[in-house]
């Protein structure tokens, strides 16, 4: 299927889950129209093709739906065969990519989570929970370019978003705890594709300070 | 040379189950390796040092974790009967609802089974099964994957055995007929195909299973 026609992203620029699919469709050169969603006032189309979780990212390809950010990466990657492959082709290392993926999804976002929430000290304590976590992921990579098999790939677009939020927060130090991760967030942002779909680490900044002045 | 198949788990897992539904589907011959959560073996230890959970898929030493990636996986290494779509669009749904069996079904029957039926954590279950008996009432379906079992099926096995297995072991009611009458006819139809039936834990230890690890008494 080589149709770049009736592309759709639902979205949120400041979501990680929505930058994923912008960087895969980037990455295969899929021209799509972006949809901007305000959370607080869903449109009838998101409700519509997302009815189960209501939630972005959502791709309308040709008018029919696909859900999930990890899921729809995979998708993109079936749907357009052109390169790059944004998964491996031998199986024991796909099963990698999406087990590496997925283990983003759940630990990163929740060791995550619980930094934007937290402030002084119990908020230190978060966040060396967030560096235990990004310490597996540093043993997982290795000396290897990538997160899994040589290529940049499902697992690499899964974590990548979250880096401009380390930044935004600085005081990580991630380059002391995990220099393998710190080179391999350069090297990806070194791709087109991840800098022009990443917002800069100064808007995360901003916006998290303006929720808290909201109480949210 | 031939494959070398091991499989981790534990018979009391509806997780460990989808695997073993996979690996029979396709007839391939595996070890089964019995694990015990109070002394976990230091194979299992250093296949998923990060979950530490079952089921652990080993084919030629070599591990594969979380019950969704090894039933993908299998799909992919072996040919025979095709548990995930074809068509691209057709797996991207197909991978919806397992992801929505693992992020919201499975853990309110969980949180059903260990609350012994508690009103709030069976509305909660009753909201998530409501999506996929529609699923199956729009789609007029006898699986989630057509006239054949698919990947959504096998994810689903904690609806169609452990829900039963539970009501019985707590008596409690979860899946009701009345309420679930897709879902109910789907079950029904689920455990007694071959493959799946070659795979459930008797039902009698099943139930003496889940009377032991939530009774209230412990």
């Known amino acids: 299927m080589d149709d770049d026609d009736d592309v759709i992203l639902l979205d949120l ?3 990680v889950f929505g930058q994923r699919v912008r960087i895969a469709l980037a990455e295969k050169g899929v021209h799509y129209e972006n949809r901007e969603e305000n959370p607080q006032n869903k449109t009838p189309l998101l409700l519509e093709m997302n009815p189960v979780h209501k939630k972005i990212p959502v791709l309308i390809h040709q008018g029919k739906p696909v859900c999930e950010s990890n899921i729809i990466v995979q ?4 749907a357009w065969h052109q390169s790059p492959s944004l998964l491996p082709s031998d ?6 990519a999406r087990l590496w993926a997925d283990f983003v999804d759940k630990k990163v976002y929740e060791a995550g989570k619980k930094i934007w929430r937290t402030e002084g000290g119990e908020q230190v304590a978060k966040k060396e929970e967030l560096i235990e976590v990004l310490k597996v992921l540093e043993g997982q990579l290795g000396e290897k370019p990538y997160l899994v098999g040589g290529s940049f790939g499902l697992a690499d677009i899964a974590l990548i978003p979250f880096s401009v939020w380390f930044h935004a927060f600085g005081k990580m130090n991630i380059e002391r705890e995990c220099p393998k991760l710190a080179a391999w967030v350069n090297r990806c942002m070194e791709r087109e594709a991840v800098s022009k779909s990443l917002p800069h680490p100064h808007k ?13 | 040379m031939a494959d070398e198949v091991k499989l981790h788990g534990v018979t009391g897992s509806p997780f460990v189950c989808r695997a073993v539904i996979a690996l029979n589907l396709k007839g391939i011959n595996y070890e ?3 694990e015990d959560f109070s002394n976990k073996s230091a194979d299992l230890l250093k296949y998923n040092p990060v979950y530490k959970k079952v089921p652990v898929l080993l084919h030629n030493g070599n591990p594969i974790l979380e019950s969704l990636v090894i039933v993908e996986y299998i799909d992919e290494v072996w040919k025979g009967v095709p548990i995930l779509p074809q068509d691209a669009y057709e797996k991207a749904q197909a991978r919806f609802w397992a992801k929505f069996m693992d992020d919201k079904c499975d853990p309110a029957i969980f949180k059903v089974i260990s609350s012994h039926g508690e009103e709030q954590a069976v509305a909660e279950a009753h909201e998530a099964l409501q999506f996929l008996e529609n699923e199956l009432k729009v789609k007029g379906n006898k699986y989630f994957g057509g006239d054949n079992i698919n990947l959504v099926d096998i994810a689903a096995i904690s609806i169609a055995y452990w829900i039963g297995a539970a009501e019985e072991a707590l008596g409690i009611e979860v899946l009701s007929k009345h309420k679930f009458p897709k879902l109910t006819e789907w079950s029904d139809n689920y455990v007694n195909c071959q493959a799946v039936k070659d795979s459930l834990p008797p039902i009698e230890n099943l139930v003496a299973f889940l009377k032991k690890r939530f009774s209230k008494a412990e």
Do not use: T
């Open chain 1, 75 to 78: 998708y993109i990657d079936e």
């Open chain 1, 91 to 96: 199986p024991y290392l796909r099963a990698q």
């Open chain 1, 204 to 216: 995360i900044y901003e916006f998290d300070q303006k929720k808290k002045k909201n109480g949210q």
């Open chain 2, 32 to 34: 089964f390796v019995a």
């Open chain 1, 13 to 15: 620029w400041v979501s």
